[in-house]
């Protein structure tokens, strides 16, 4: 009994020291991200291997690339655009490195991305390993998992057609009706719940990503 205190002890040791030494869990990067200024969504996802990114939402709908020095490109739409372009993990980090396109001057800088939590991500990119900045994105929308990587799969092809099927004949004509047929209710109509479409989908399908990482 005069050794319980110390075994007590070691045990309280034991179970921090192992607490401490577990690997911490890896951050996933991919999913929907809220830029610093707010004006745009960042899709991320792996494609291939890689992380890429892509303009998701916009907050200014019809924006074009008018600052890329590519003339055939000055006329593309900012949605759907690649942002963070074949980024590749670091061994042993929660990082990745790549390029990243500045759509406010047409110009692709050396870029790093590394989730800070489970909730924001940081971006850093430098102009010929100087004159760098950053920023911190905010997480709108959670991970994408690795099975709904469009570059694993595709969908099996369908060949043979639909069944045909005969249409009912009618052997009478329509009753005639004296008032409207499904009259709209008078007053204001309820507003819509649904949420917009996702008009971007699956980025690693998108013509600039998927013809790079063929």
């Known amino acids: 009994m005069l050794h319980c205190p110390f075994i007590r002890s070691a045990v309280y040791s034991g179970l921090f020291l192992a607490t401490g030494l577990a690997p911490a ?11 610093a200024d707010g004006v745009a969504n960042i899709r991320v996802q792996q494609c291939n291997g890689s992380m890429w990114g892509a303009v998701a939402w916009e907050q200014t709908p019809g924006g074009r690339d008018t600052h890329n020095p590519d003339v055939s490109k000055q006329n593309r739409p900012t949605l759907g655009m690649p942002i963070l372009i074949d980024m590749k993990k670091k061994p042993g980090v929660d ?21 800070i939590d489970p909730d924001h991500l940081e971006i850093q990119g430098c102009v010929l390993g100087f004159l760098c900045g950053g920023e911190t994105w905010t997480r709108v929308a959670g991970p994408i998992p690795s099975s709904s990587n469009s570059m694993a799969s595709s969908a099996p092809k369908t060949t043979a057609p639909p069944p045909k099927t005969a249409a ?13 047929v499904n009259a709209a209710p008078k ?5 819509s719940s649904a949420q917009p479409a996702d008009q971007v989908g699956d980025i690693c399908l998108l013509p600039d990503i998927a013809g790079f990482t063929h």
């Open 168 to 180: 009912p004949k009618t052997t009478g004509a329509a009753p005639k009706t004296t008032g409207s």
């Open 187 to 191: 007053g204001p109509k309820p507003a």
């Open 25 to 35: 869990l890896a951050l996933d990067p991919t999913g929907d991200w809220k830029v």
């Open 95 to 115: 990082q990745w490195e790549g390029q990243v396109y500045n759509a406010k001057d047409g110009q692709y800088y050396s870029s790093t991305i590394k989730p």
